[in-house]
């Protein structure tokens, strides 16, 4: 799924393009699009689009009144729509604008789970953003503490809890945790301060290196384009150290770690009640 990067560098190349054009029409191309039905998109059509912005790992697109809110899921994308075909593969929806340009959703993949919420007045005060944790590379040293403390998880799973902090998904929780050295099955409430600086290191690191790169390319990367040291790298060397990179595998997702950098050596348990296997 596209993380807090892929998605903020995706806006700023629409918002470059499409700030200050006028919408003619928003038309759903599936019914399981669009989320809300009130305000009615209708709202916004002669509107100028005032820019499009991130929260999390959610697009938002202001027009006039309203604004468009997109989650993109794991086979969405959103971007310029130059064939304006009347039905295109994956469409799920496009905005139409005056100068005769578009901008289209599709999502590919078997999941369709992609969605479209127009809101009116505050985004942050409305689902699907109303109770978002803060931007992952917004907190302080001293905030990330505070957070850690207040629950009681191991590092991996709070890291993608976007209730806890928003934007981070399976590759940068694996990424980050290796760039810490800390182990993803570590406590929250047990890391010292030593290691929450790590930690707020790594994420600042982590999200950088991931935008600056996604910056360069002219549309939104595939998963397995994006740069790992861990992530999907399951029996390759460690860049850091040579160890053999190591899984733990759940239904939906795979934490990828090293033995050496991360837990001591040890061999985290291929299961989620034991700690580790020796």
Same mark, same amino acid.
């Given at each position: 799924?596209?993380?807090?990067?892929?998605?903020?560098?995706?806006?700023?190349?629409?918002?470059?393009?499409?700030?200050?054009?006028?919408?003619?029409?928003?038309?759903?191309?599936?019914?399981?699009?669009?989320?809300?039905?009130?305000?009615?998109?209708?709202?916004?059509?002669?509107?100028?689009?005032?820019?499009?912005?991130?929260?999390?790992?959610?697009?938002?697109?202001?027009?006039?009144?309203?604004?468009?809110?997109?989650?993109?899921?794991?086979?969405?994308?959103?971007?310029?729509?130059?064939?304006?075909?009347?039905?295109?593969?994956?469409?799920?929806?496009?905005?139409?604008?005056?100068?005769?340009?578009?901008?289209?959703?599709?999502?590919?993949?078997?999941?369709?789970?992609?969605?479209?919420?127009?809101?009116?007045?505050?985004?942050?005060?409305?689902?699907?953003?109303? /109770?978002?944790?803060?931007?992952? +590379?917004?907190? @302080?040293?001293?905030?990330?503490?505070?957070?850690? #403390?207040? *629950?009681? &998880? %191991?590092?991996?799973?709070?890291?993608?809890?976007?209730?806890?902090?928003?934007?981070?998904?399976?590759?940068?929780?694996?990424?980050?945790?290796?760039?810490?050295?800390?182990?993803?099955?570590?406590?929250?409430?047990?890391?010292?301060?030593?290691?929450?600086?790590?930690?707020?290191?790594?994420?600042?690191? /982590?999200?950088?290196?991931?935008? +600056?790169?996604? @910056?360069?390319?002219?549309?939104?990367?595939?998963? #397995?384009? *994006?740069? &790992? %040291?861990?992530?999907?790298?399951?029996?390759?060397?460690?860049?850091?150290?040579?160890?053999?990179?190591?899984?733990?595998?759940?239904?939906?997702?795979?934490?990828?770690?090293?033995?050496?950098?991360?837990?001591?050596?040890?061999?985290?348990?291929?299961?989620?009640?034991?700690?580790?296997?020796?």
């Amino acid at each position: 799924m596209p993380e807090l990067p892929e998605v903020r560098a995706q806006a700023a190349r629409l918002d470059e393009e499409f700030r200050g054009r006028t919408l003619a029409r928003f038309d759903p191309l599936s019914f399981t699009a669009l989320k809300t039905a009130v305000p009615p998109p209708s709202d916004a059509v002669g509107a100028e689009v005032g820019g499009l912005t991130t929260r999390g790992k959610y697009l938002l697109m202001a027009v006039g009144p309203v604004t468009f809110i997109v989650h993109l899921m794991q086979g969405g994308r959103m971007l310029s729509d130059e064939k304006q075909s009347a039905k295109p593969k994956g469409g799920l929806a496009r905005w139409r604008f005056e100068d005769g340009s578009a901008v289209l959703l599709t999502e590919f993949g078997r999941e369709h789970k992609a969605g479209i919420w127009v809101v009116a007045g505050d985004p942050e005060t409305q689902d699907p953003i109303l /109770g978002l944790g803060p931007e992952a +590379d917004s907190l @302080s040293v001293d905030d990330l503490a505070a957070l850690l #403390a207040s *629950r009681s &998880a %191991r590092i991996h799973t709070a890291l993608r809890d976007q209730r806890f902090m928003a934007g981070l998904g399976r590759r940068l929780a694996n990424e980050i945790c290796h760039r810490a050295k800390l182990s993803p099955f570590a406590s929250t409430k047990k890391l010292t301060r030593a290691e929450v600086e790590r930690l707020h290191q790594a994420i600042a690191d /982590g999200i950088a290196d991931s935008l +600056d790169y996604e @910056s360069t390319q002219t549309a939104m990367t595939k998963s #397995a384009q *994006r740069p &790992a %040291r861990v992530h999907h790298r399951t029996g390759e060397p460690c860049p850091e150290c040579g160890d053999a990179i190591r899984a733990v595998e759940y239904t939906s997702y795979t934490v990828n770690y090293c033995p050496t950098c991360q837990t001591g050596g040890k061999i985290l348990a291929d299961n989620t009640t034991s700690k580790f296997l020796k």
